[in-house]
C-alpha cells in the first residue's frame, strides 16, 4: 500500500486537492476533519480538564480554544498532547481499513506533515502551493480569520519554499480546477507502479 502524504500550508488548496484524489477513487484520512470530529466526541473532556472556558454544551467551541492557544506556545503545546495521540489512533484504524480492504493508493492530509516528521513515514508527499497573495486573499477571507491571527498561523508552519523544496510533486492551486486535476492525474500516473513501504500495520503514520 503506497501512503501519499498531502500537506500544505494554510489557504494553498489542499483540502480541494485531497477532494480531486477521492473523486478518483482514494481514500482520504483527513487529519483536520478528524480533529474537528474530535471536538465533539474523545477530546472533550480532556479539553474541558485543561481549558475550561472552552467548552460549551455543544463540545469544544473551537473559536474560543483558538484564542486560548495562538500565541501561547505552551498551551498549544498542551492541546497538541491531548489531540495528536487521538488522531494518530483513528489514522492507525483508518490504515488497517483500507490495507484489508486492499487498496493500493491512500492519502494522509496532514497540514503538519512536515513540522512533525510524517514525511519520513510515507512513500511521497504532495505539497499544494499558491501565491503568496492569493493565499492571504483565500484566508482572510474566511469568518473570524484576522492578519493577527493569519501570522500566529504561519508561524506553525514551515514557510511555502522550504515544502516546495522537499515536496516529491507540487500541485500548483493558483491557476484553474482544471489544471490542478491534471496535475492529480499525473501523480496518479506516476505512481501507478510504484511499490509502496511505509506502511506498517498498527504504526501511528503523523500527528496531525
Do not use: W
Not at 495562538?70 to 497538541?80: H, I, N, P
Not at 480492504?101 to 510524517?118: C, D, I, K, N, S
Not at 473570524?144 to 516529491?168: F, S, V, Y
Request: a positive charge; hydrophobic letters at 45%; proline letters at 4%.
Amino acid at each position: 500500500m503506497f501512503l501519499i502524504g498531502l500537506t500544505g500550508s494554510i489557504g494553498m488548496g489542499k483540502s480541494a486537492t485531497g477532494r480531486m484524489f477521492a473523486s478518483r477513487g482514494i481514500p482520504v484520512h483527513d487529519a483536520d476533519a478528524q480533529v474537528h470530529e474530535l471536538y465533539q466526541a474523545e477530546a472533550v473532556a480532556p479539553i474541558r480538564e485543561a481549558f475550561p472556558a472552552a467548552v460549551v454544551e455543544t463540545g469544544v467551541d473551537r473559536e474560543r480554544l483558538s484564542q486560548i492557544v495562538v500565541g501561547d506556545r505552551a498551551a498549544l503545546r498542551r492541546l497538541e498532547a491531548i489531540v495528536h495521540p487521538l488522531v494518530r489512533a483513528r489514522e492507525r484504524r483508518f490504515l488497517d481499513r483500507c490495507f484489508a480492504a486492499g487498496h493500493r493508493h491512500v492519502v494522509l492530509e496532514v497540514p503538519l506533515l512536515f513540522e512533525t516528521g510524517g514525511d519520513r513515514r510515507v512513500d511521497a508527499v504532495v505539497v499544494t502551493s499558491a501565491p503568496a497573495d492569493v493565499q492571504r486573499r483565500r484566508v482572510l477571507a474566511r469568518g473570524g480569520m484576522t492578519e493577527a491571527k493569519l501570522e500566529a498561523i504561519l508561524a506553525r508552519q514551515l514557510p511555502d519554499r522550504d515544502k516546495r523544496r522537499r515536496a516529491h510533486f507540487i500541485v500548483d492551486t493558483g491557476r484553474s480546477f482544471a489544471f490542478a486535476e491534471k496535475q492529480v492525474d499525473d501523480i496518479l500516473r506516476a505512481i501507478a507502479a510504484c511499490p509502496g513501504n511505509a506502511y506498517r500495520r498498527g504504526a501511528p503514520i503523523s500527528d496531525g
